[in-house]
């Protein structure tokens, strides 16, 4: 069964660091990753969609690795700002078929201070 | 702006309740899904559907049933609540087979069950 797990689980940098989450996951099989920011008692907002035959995807100041033989994956933010904090999770899509479903990690919970 | 809608953000309801949550997409997406968040469990996925009428259970059905009778609304129910199923819960919807499944989320229904 897949498992994705994501490391650290909290991260506290000041403003204007350049960080980076980290994503593993257990199956290789994998057709796409896809990176999420979720605020505090909101949804979740899709950053990035890494499909499972690119290597990275970028979004302004967001950049999002994919290394599927090794079941991992980065998301780098730049110049970190305050508007920054939230929780940033990453989901794995295993099959490509209709309907099917993301498996999440917990989460990293990113805190930037001005 | 494309949108997923819960037509509740709180609720509060008692043991034994039955409950109706309800999730309104107007992407056309043919996939919709109900997960449910609780602190260290990260989402969990309760039932899926890929068509009108089409439900799959997800990681955590128990206690949950599913309506989908129009390919815009999903519907999660509680037949009777209990105080385990007090949780966020958050409706996606995502393209149908052949198109990038990014999913679009809600923006989730706080149920609180005494």
């Not at chain 1, 896809?34 to 302004?60: A, M, V």
């Amino acid at each position: 069964k897949q498992e994705v797990t994501q490391i650290p689980a909290a991260l506290s940098v000041p403003e204007g660091e350049n960080l980076v989450l980290n994503c593993s996951f257990t199956d290789s099989a994998i057709y796409n990753l896809q990176w999420f920011r979720q605020d505090p008692g909101k949804g979740l907002t899709s950053l990035l969609l890494i499909q499972s035959s690119q290597r990275e995807q970028t979004s302004g100041r967001l950049n999002a690795s994919l290394d599927k033989s090794s079941g991992r994956s980065t998301l780098y933010i730049a110049a970190s700002q305050p508007g920054d904090s939230a929780t940033y999770l990453c989901a794995v899509s295993s099959q490509d078929q209709a309907g099917t479903a993301l498996i999440f990690g917990k989460g990293t919970t990113l805190s930037v201070s001005s | 702006d494309v949108k997923v809608t819960q037509s509740s953000r709180y609720l509060v309801k008692r043991t034994g309740e039955k409950v109706f949550l309800e999730c309104v997409q107007d992407m056309d997406h043919e996939n919709m899904f109900w997960y449910r968040q609780d602190p260290g469990l990260g989402l969990r996925l309760i039932y899926f559907s890929y068509d009108v009428k089409m439900k799959e259970k997800g990681d955590i059905p128990e206690g949950y049933s599913v309506s989908r009778e129009k390919k815009e609304r999903f519907s999660l129910i509680l037949e009777s609540a209990s105080t385990n199923q007090t949780s966020m819960y958050l409706c996606a919807s995502s393209p149908g087979r052949g198109r990038a499944n990014v999913l679009t989320f809600g923006a989730g229904s706080r149920l609180t069950v005494l």
